[in-house]
């Protein structure tokens, strides 16, 4: 992933909002250690992310959810961040995705067309500001 190529979508047009459900309580998962070679690689990799604003320094989170480190088939590492427990106290979308077929169905003819890249994943649209303080 090339981050400093990325540019994202202006929070003006959208901002990602995370609606929890109240009923169910805070999760502070347990930390583990890591591979002393991931570690590093980790490393470079947030480095990367908070040079470049992905991501920003916390003082007290709600939430506290695991690093994982994937090794690619490729040989590179994939860092992934655990969010299962969080993603199960998120209040569920009611507009799923659409399938690819209906979305080239109704481009058909256009003269153009816009992506969001999916390679970059989640960098390109911002979380609200309330949201990245207290998450």
Same mark, same amino acid.
């Given at each position: 992933?090339?981050?400093?190529?990325? &540019?994202?979508? /202006? *929070?003006? %047009?959208?901002?990602?909002?995370?609606? !929890?459900? $109240?009923?169910?309580? !805070?999760?502070?998962?347990?930390?583990?250690? !890591?591979? /002393?070679?991931?570690?590093?690689?980790?490393?470079?990799?947030? =480095?990367?992310?908070?040079? &470049?604003?992905?991501?920003?320094?916390? +003082?007290?989170?709600?939430?506290?959810? !695991?690093?994982?480190? $994937?090794?690619?088939?490729?040989?590179?590492?994939? $860092?992934?961040?655990?969010?299962?427990?969080?993603?199960?106290?998120? &209040?569920? =979308? /009611?507009? /799923? %995705? *659409?399938?690819? =077929?209906?979305?080239?169905?109704?481009?058909?003819?256009?003269?153009?067309?816009?992506? %969001?890249?999916?390679?970059?994943?989640?960098?390109?649209?911002?979380?609200?500001? +309330?949201?990245?303080?207290?998450?």
């Amino acid at each position: 992933m090339d981050i400093q190529n990325l &540019k994202g979508t /202006p *929070p003006k %047009l959208v901002e990602h909002i995370i609606e !929890l459900n $109240i009923t169910i309580p !805070l999760v502070h998962q347990a930390k583990y250690r !890591l591979n /002393p070679n991931y570690v590093t690689v980790l490393k470079q990799d947030i =480095d990367k992310m908070l040079t &470049k604003g992905f991501i920003q320094l916390v +003082e007290k989170a709600t939430w506290l959810s !695991l690093i994982v480190v $994937i090794l690619n088939k490729n040989g590179k590492f994939k $860092i992934c961040v655990n969010f299962r427990k969080l993603n199960a106290a998120t &209040k569920k =979308d /009611p507009f /799923p %995705l *659409p399938f690819i =077929d209906e979305v080239l169905n109704t481009v058909v003819g256009c003269e153009a067309c816009s992506f %969001l890249d999916g390679y970059s994943r989640y960098y390109q649209i911002s979380i609200v500001l +309330e949201d990245k303080n207290t998450r």
